[in-house]
């Protein structure tokens, strides 16, 4: 079984940063791509971005140029690295590995 939690969420102006860190139990999702997802009210979870064990990526055109993913394999962690946020990218945003999710965290961008 593995843990995802997520941390690093609040309440930010438009044009502001964040930077959401997942931390995973155990060391087998060092093995596998992880993503960073995210649902706002109303809507259906989508990706966010992704990233394999060997560090390629891959973000969703919407958050392309403004937000990086990166992982640290020896401590078991995913970052998400926002900037220029705006009011659409309000959501709670999710970790996933493999099949699990964590419980996810708040993003609030708002004057």
């Known amino acids: 079984q593995v843990q995802l939690v997520e941390s690093g969420g609040g309440l930010v102006q438009p044009g502001g940063s964040l930077r959401l860190s997942c931390a995973a139990s155990g060391r087998i999702c060092s093995i596998f791509a992880m993503g960073w997802y995210r649902q706002a009210p109303g809507h259906e979870r989508e990706l966010v971005a992704a990233?394999?064990?060997?560090?390629?990526?891959n973000y969703a055109d919407s958050v392309k140029g403004r937000f990086t993913i990166s992982r640290d394999n020896a401590n078991n962690t995913l970052y998400l690295q926002m900037n220029s946020l705006k009011p659409e990218d309000t959501a709670i945003y999710y970790c996933?590995?493999?099949?699990?999710w964590g419980k996810g965290t708040l993003v609030t961008v708002s004057s």
């Open positions: 990233i394999t064990s060997g560090g390629y990526t």
């Open positions: 996933k590995c493999m099949a699990y």
